[in-house]
Nanobody, 123 residues
Framework: QVQLVESGGGLVQVGGSLRLSCAAS????????MGWFRQAPGKEREFVAA????????YYADSVKGRFTISRDNAKNTVYLQMNSLKPEDTAVYYC????????????????WGQGTQVTVSS
């Protein structure tokens, strides 16, 4: 089992920045891909970004390319999502996820999920 705990959400104005963190514990050696998803009220959970635990290849949704950056710190078993130039449409609950295989944007491929952290962008 892998446990994931997100932090760093909050209220920010349009154009502002936030950095989300996802701390992993448990059988972290089994992780292959780490991802961030988000879910706005009344909408489906959607892919935001992903990173391979080994090698660091990254993948982004078109809606966040150039504004968000995913990174990881293997020593701390932590994945980050740096969010810049935030827009009202970025408002959502952000979830961290871990997969034991290559997953990228494929939500169904993720095995473990965190509880989520709220991000609200005010205009």
């Amino acid at each position: 089992q892998v446990q994931l705990v997100e932090s760093g959400g909050g209220l920010v104005q349009v154009g502002g920045s936030l950095r989300l963190s996802c701390a992993a514990s448990g059988r972290t050696f089994s992780m292959y891909t780490m991802g961030w998803f988000r879910q706005a009220p009344g909408k489906e959970r959607e892919f935001v970004a992903a990173i391979k635990w080994s090698g660091g290849s990254t993948y982004y949704a078109d809606s966040v390319k150039g504004r968000f950056t995913i990174s990881r710190d293997n020593a701390k078993n932590t994945v980050y999502l740096q969010m810049n130039s935030l827009k009202p449409e970025d408002t959502a609950v952000y979830y961290c996820a871990a997969a034991r295989s290559f997953a990228a944007q494929y939500k169904i491929a993720y095995d473990y999920w965190g509880q989520g952290t709220q991000v609200t962008v005010s205009s």
